[in-house]
């Protein structure tokens, strides 16, 4: 069984920056593809980005390209989401997710274990 717990969540203001964290135990982290979404309140969670087994691919929301990074290491059993030039509309819950197939998963259906999420607030 994978565990996945984030960390990093937490209230800034419009255009401040957020490392969000996931730390992963129970299996190696490099057997799965990674991802994050988010979800807000009354809507459905949603994917936000993506990354591969060896960090050699990665994938992005249109609303995040450009502001927010994904990165992981493996050694650390860890997998990171930099945001920056944050906006109030990034405001959700954020989880991490492992994916055990080959496809890099972009809905939630492709993922197979979830972390409890963690509260991300932007203020204007």
């Known amino acids: 069984q994978v565990q996945l717990v984030e960390s990093g969540g937490g209230l800034v203001q419009a255009g401040d920056s957020l490392r969000l964290s996931c730390a992963v135990s129970?299996?190696?982290?490099?057997?799965?593809?990674m991802g994050w979404f988010h979800q807000a309140p009354g809507k459905e969670r949603e994917f936000v980005a993506v990354?591969?087994?060896?960090?050699?691919?990665?994938n992005y929301a249109d609303s995040v390209k450009g502001r927010f990074t994904i990165s992981r290491d493996n050694a650390k059993s860890t997998v990171y989401l930099q945001m920056n030039s944050l906006k109030p509309e990034d405001t959700a819950v954020y989880y991490c997710?492992?994916?055990?197939?080959?496809?890099?998963?972009?809905?939630?259906?492709?993922?197979?274990?979830w972390g409890q999420g963690t509260q991300v607030t932007v203020s204007s």
């Open positions: 990354i591969s087994r060896t960090a050699g691919s990665t």
């Open positions: 129970g299996r190696t982290l490099s057997n799965y593809n």
């Open positions: 997710a492992a994916a055990r197939g080959l496809v890099l998963p972009t809905t939630s259906s492709q993922c197979d274990y």
